[in-house]
């Protein structure tokens, strides 16, 4: 059988939820958390916040990923799950990415457009890169009638690198390690 990180036991309150929920609520903590506290006094057992409260370490299991309830109307979940399912990540995954700041989320395309547009981009970077060593050869050959031919490229050029280095940053801001969240990143910058 399977061992898991968390024992769960269902218990028939009778008529106490209220009371658990106003004491609870009063206290400055969860339902579950108050009722865990009471049981660690009547079992006489030591609290231990880092530990099952059986002691029995053979249940202490480190994970990273911790539980975070959010109350919200169903129509804002159905909008959280739908688009954590078309972006490809767990609804947890996919509101952490959002509140990191993910720009493949934020802007609504997906990380396959984005790269479609970033390779597109590059094939862009290559035409003028082979566009301007030709104007250079003809311009080094005094040649200035066909060299006049890459003006207009000329004229565009500032705004199609910063275009470029955009969707790059945008992209290259995805592959930032997980935890540093787009608040973090900003300090860092300062």
């Known amino acids: 059988m399977e061992s898991h990180s968390r024992e769960r036991i269902s218990i028939d309150l009778q008529g106490l939820k209220g009371l658990l929920l106003d004491r609870s609520q009063a206290l400055g903590m969860s339902p579950s958390t108050l009722v865990r506290t009471a049981l660690v006094q009547a079992l006489g057992v030591p609290a231990d916040p880092e530990s099952e409260v059986s002691g029995n370490p053979q249940h202490k299991q480190v994970s990273a990923k911790t539980r975070l309830c959010l109350r919200m109307t169903r ?38 457009e984005q790269l479609a547009a ?44 910063r ?4 969707q790059a940053a945008a992209l ?15 300090h860092l910058s300062r």
Request: proline content about 4%.
């Open 172 to 186: 290259l801001a995805d592959l930032r390690p997980r935890g540093t969240s787009a608040l973090t990143s900003r």
């Open 75 to 112: 129509e804002d979940i159905q909008t959280i799950l739908a688009a954590a399912k078309q972006a490809g990540l767990s609804p947890g995954s996919y509101v952490a990415e959002l509140v990191a700041g993910a720009p493949w989320l934020v802007s609504g395309a997906s990380k396959a």
């Open 118 to 161: 970033l390779t597109g981009s590059n094939a862009h970077l290559a035409d003028l890169s082979r566009n301007i060593h030709a104007l250079t050869r003809l311009l080094t050959l005094s040649n200035v009638p066909k060299a006049l031919v890459y003006r207009d490229m000329l004229d565009t050029l500032d705004g199609d690198v």
């Open 163 to 166: 275009r470029h280095l955009a």
